[in-house]
Nanobody, 123 residues
Framework: QVQLVESGGGLVQAGGSLRLACAASTRIFSSYAMGWFRQAPGKGREFVASISWSGGSTVYADSVKGRFTISRDNAKNTVYLQMNSLNPEDTAVYYC????????????????WGQGTQVTVSS
């Protein structure tokens, strides 16, 4: 079991930027694929981005491609989500995810979830 703690959420104006961070409590962080999901009010949880254990492979949802960047620092057991050009449709609770299978993580079959951090974008 991996404990994940997100930080960095908040309120930002449209066009602004935020950087989310997720710290993992595991000595084998580099063995896990990591990802970010989000859930807007009244909607289901959706995939945002994923990154392989080495950081060499990243995948993004079409809705965030070109605006969001996922990265990881295995020495710090942390994964990041840099969010630029935010718009009100990005308002959601953002969840960090970790799984030993990158393929499973990308489809939402995740063994470890964070508690979520709220991102609110005002127009």
């Amino acid at each position: 079991q991996v404990q994940l703690v997100e930080s960095g959420g908040g309120l930002v104006q449209a066009g602004g930027s935020l950087r989310l961070a997720c710290a993992a409590s595991t000595r084998i962080f580099s063995s896990y694929a990591m990802g970010w999901f989000r859930q807007a009010p009244g909607k289901g949880r959706e995939f945002v981005a994923s990154i392989s254990w080495s950081g060499g492979s990243t995948v993004y949802a079409d809705s965030v491609k070109g605006r969001f960047t996922i990265s990881r620092d295995n020495a710090k057991n942390t994964v990041y989500l840099q969010m630029n050009s935010l718009n009100p449709e990005d308002t959601a609770v953002y969840y960090c995810a970790a799984d030993s299978s990158l393929r499973d993580l990308r489809v939402g079959v995740v063994s470890n979830w964070g508690q979520g951090t709220q991102v609110t974008v005002s127009s």
